[in-house]
């Protein structure tokens, strides 16, 4: 798989018609970063899985073996799921699909995986913090699966820069839109930005060499112009980020609340 990526990077290089340098996914730069990624991860694989067959491993060095290995697929498959997903919004053949949500719930679903993921022994000086606006059940049609897949996006890429100090997620209303955002307290504001702002994902990758961060904001980039919304960043403190988006929404017949009704909330996972 990884000489493929190379070959399809190297043939890239060759032919800007069919790899055009600008934001879409497919470019020299992000292809060979994805070869590299993808050599790492496998060879963190095989090298633990050498370990754990050694007779001198123990029970505590197995299990945190096969951490680190799980951890290593876990990054390939999101890594592909996201490039793929980016090449199919790049053909132009994706649509919203929208379905009636709760806003009170929202997020439970994905605050919930996102707990385990911090409470891993990896991440255990960071602390999750959502906020939630909503008291009331208003329901909004809403494309739910694509609004969690940039939320997944974006907390990835938050994790990836932050080591200490805190992730916060959290939603409101504004103007008759729902804005969401995720924020933190790490070193990654600039290179966000980058490539949040970027018309030339291969020259952005040559100042940023960070291929992850590329391809899981500019999925939630194309995303978010898809639902006809609007994503920005900020700084949050020195370098850290505040990654901003808002969505039109409209509220379901089968709710009568307004979605002014709330107060605000906050947690600390």
Request: hydrophobic share 40%.
């Amino acid at each position: 798989m990884a000489e493929l990526i190379k070959n399809i990077a190297v043939a890239g290089e060759n032919d800007r018609d069919i790899c055009p340098l600008n934001n879409a996914i497919i470019c020299p730069s992000v292809l060979a970063g994805m070869s590299h990624e993808v050599r790492t991860h496998m060879n963190a694989i095989v090298a633990f899985s050498y370990l754990m067959s050694k007779r001198t491993c123990n029970e505590d060095e197995k299990e945190q073996f096969t951490d680190q290995i799980l951890a290593s697929c876990e990054q390939l498959i999101g890594l592909f799921d996201n490039f793929i997903d980016s090449a199919i919004i790049d053909t132009g053949n994706s649509r919203a699909d929208l379905k009636v949500c709760g806003l009170n719930n929202l997020l439970d679903e994905v605050i919930s995986e996102f707990r385990e993921i911090i409470n891993k022994e990896s991440h255990k000086e960071l602390t999750l913090i959502t906020e939630s606006s909503f008291t009331e059940n208003t329901e909004v049609l809403m494309d739910s699966n694509r609004v969690f897949r940039v939320i997944r996006s974006l907390f990835h890429n938050a994790l990836n820069n932050t080591k200490t100090g805190y992730i916060k997620i959290g939603y409101k209303t504004e103007d008759d839109k729902l804005l969401f955002y995720v924020l933190d307290s790490g070193q990654g504001y600039f290179k966000c930005k980058e490539f949040l702002s970027t018309e030339d994902l291969n020259d952005s990758l040559n100042t940023y060499n960070d291929t992850s961060s590329a391809i899981n904001l500019t999925l939630a980039k194309k995303i978010i112009q898809i639902l006809g919304g609007s994503i920005w960043i900020e700084c949050n403190g020195l370098t850290g980020s505040g990654i901003y988006f808002s969505l039109p929404v409209r509220i379901a017949r089968s709710s009568d609340i307004s979605m002014n009704k709330y107060s605000n909330t906050m947690i600390a996972i």
